[in-house]
């Protein structure tokens, strides 16, 4: 299993440039001491997450009774129209919170850095690879170390590239996981078909 290729692949999900403004409209009001420690306790939650859905993944499928198949195919759904909405944002406000209000889990650690397509790309990658799960798990963290070091340092990034060179990024981040999504679709249907 190629680890820099799945840690790039969950990073370009994770789409913390993308996240930047967003990041930035929810800590705004914060003080900026508490904005280190709300960001820091949201990021290891996230953390947490998904290594919960990476080492239960295959006992949380068998629960369901979902094949991996079906997985692979919504998970490439899900993560293409994700990747669509990267590429073609709409305005408004996706943060879901009060004015003054303190994010805790939603919406930054879920679904801004641990969203639902990057927990269907952990499912699809346990079951798949039940065997390589420390290999998965320390792809899960370089991408999650790449995510934490660009929202710690907001400021930095936001300054560096400006609004335009965000939206850039976004979208070339969206280009990219169309690609990996229409891959991931059409394994699981190679798979579907044959089995």
Not at 14 to 23: A, T, Y
Not at 71 to 94: R, T, Y
Not at 98 to 112: D, N, R, S, T, Y
Not at 115 to 127: D, E, H, K, N, Y
Request: proline content about 6%.
């Amino acid at each position: 299993m190629e680890i820099i290729s799945v840690a790039t692949m969950m990073f370009l999900i994770m789409d913390p440039l993308g996240n930047l403004p967003i990041v930035l409209a929810i800590l705004k009001h914060l003080d900026p001491k508490r904005r280190r420690i709300v960001l820091i306790r949201e990021l290891c939650f996230a953390l947490l997450i998904l290594m919960i859905f990476l080492f239960a993944g295959k006992n949380i499928l068998g629960f369901l009774k979902v094949a991996p198949e079906t997985l692979s195919i919504s998970g490439g759904v899900i993560l293409f129209i994700i990747a669509i909405k990267m590429i073609f944002p709409s305005a408004g406000s996706i943060t879901g919170l009060a004015a003054g209000e303190e994010p805790f889990i939603v919406p930054m650690a879920v679904p801004m850095i641990a969203g639902p397509s990057l927990i269907a790309s952990l499912l699809v990658f346990s079951t798949q690879s039940p065997n390589d799960l420390p290999e998965l798990a320390l792809a899960v963290f370089l991408a999650w170390s790449g995510t934490s070091v660009i929202l710690m340092f907001y400021d930095f990034f936001h300054r560096i590239l400006g609004e335009r060179g965000l939206k850039a990024a976004e979208r070339l981040m969206g280009l990219l996981l169309v690609m990996v999504s229409t891959q991931m679709f059409l394994d699981g249907i190679k798979s579907y078909v044959a089995g």
